[in-house]
């Protein structure tokens, strides 16, 4: 009978657990709807600015021969010293999804020491911080909070202050990792260039269609304050693209947590009437055999 009782205990504590995590499974579903209107809201406001910056930099090819002459477009094919900033989450029970982030990070730095350049670490989410403090690995800058609740005003102090450092020469790249979101069922790692800002990415050789007029001497700084305002918002967008891929990453792995609880609670249900049926059968042994006793 104490089996017994031991088998009961589990089930109950199975079925406990299944509350919980079906709990969270419901509440990251809510989120994951809030923050995935957010990030459309902000997907087109970052296509609009991505677009103006294009603009700019076209007229600005166009008008000198040698191409754009700007520090936020300096090419740098080999770099010798790199800023890496990294989004995790502050909490887990979300998969592999922090664990994916960590991992990209850690080739990149290992790609760079092979060139023997110098990486500078940048982390956002308790969950990265953790990681490579208990690898006693050193980090240049270190938020918490941020990455559960993305806020415009401190994502950008954060960035502005690495991209000051790329101003002043004292690095020479700066890339931004975080774990994206694509749909309910799917994340994958994005790896973006901020800054030098990458030619690739502006469609500086097409023919331009618009009526926007800049004076001379107003491109540059016109130029800079787009640069600055594109990097700001590229930030925040990550942020808030990472929060939505936490939430289903977190959903997805509540649901299957979940599932598991409720197939490890039919096996213990099987094992539970299996060891009550031998516990009856066992005293109906013991009832005959002390009637045929008596005989």
């Given at each position: 009978m104490a089996n017994l009782k031991e088998i009961k205990r589990k089930i109950g504590s199975v079925k406990n657990t299944q509350k919980t995590t079906n709990a969270m499974k419901l509440v990251s579903s809510a989120k994951l709807k809030r923050t995935e209107e957010l990030a459309k809201r902000s997907r087109v406001y970052a296509a609009k600015l991505t677009e103006l910056l294009n603009e700019i930099a076209q007229k600005m090819q166009q008008s000198n021969v040698e191409g754009i002459d700007n520090i936020f477009f300096k090419e740098c094919n080999n770099p010798k010293k790199v800023d890496i900033v990294f989004i995790t989450a502050d909490k887990g029970l979300c998969g592999g999804f922090n664990a994916q982030t960590i991992k990209r990070v850690n080739r990149l730095i290992s790609e760079y020491?092979?060139?023997?350049?110098?990486?500078?670490?940048?982390?956002?989410?308790?969950?990265?911080?953790?990681?490579?403090?208990?690898?006693?690995?050193?980090?240049?800058?270190?938020?918490?909070?941020?990455s559960a609740a993305p806020d415009y005003k401190v994502s950008s102090e954060f960035i502005s202050e690495v991209a000051d450092s790329y101003v002043k020469g004292e690095t020479d790249k700066i890339i931004l990792v975080h774990n994206g979101y694509v749909s309910m069922i799917a994340q994958e790692i994005r790896q973006d260039q901020v800054l030098p800002v990458e030619s690739s990415k502006l469609q500086l050789n097409a023919v331009s269609t618009s009526e926007l007029e800049v004076e001379p001497d107003d491109d540059d700084t016109l130029l800079e304050a787009l640069v600055k305002r594109y990097i700001e918002y590229t930030m925040y967008y990550s942020l808030i693209d990472s929060l939505a891929a936490e939430h289903s990453a977190r959903m997805q792995a509540m649901d299957a947590a979940t599932k598991n609880a409720k197939e490890m609670v039919k096996t213990l249900t099987v094992k539970y009437n299996k060891a009550r049926q031998e516990a009856i059968t066992t005293e109906l042994i013991e009832i005959i055999s002390g009637m045929e006793s008596m005989k």
């Open positions: 020491k092979a060139q023997d350049g110098e990486v500078r670490l940048r982390a956002i989410g308790r969950k990265g911080i953790d990681y490579f403090k208990f690898n006693r690995v050193e980090l240049s800058n270190e938020i918490i909070g941020l």
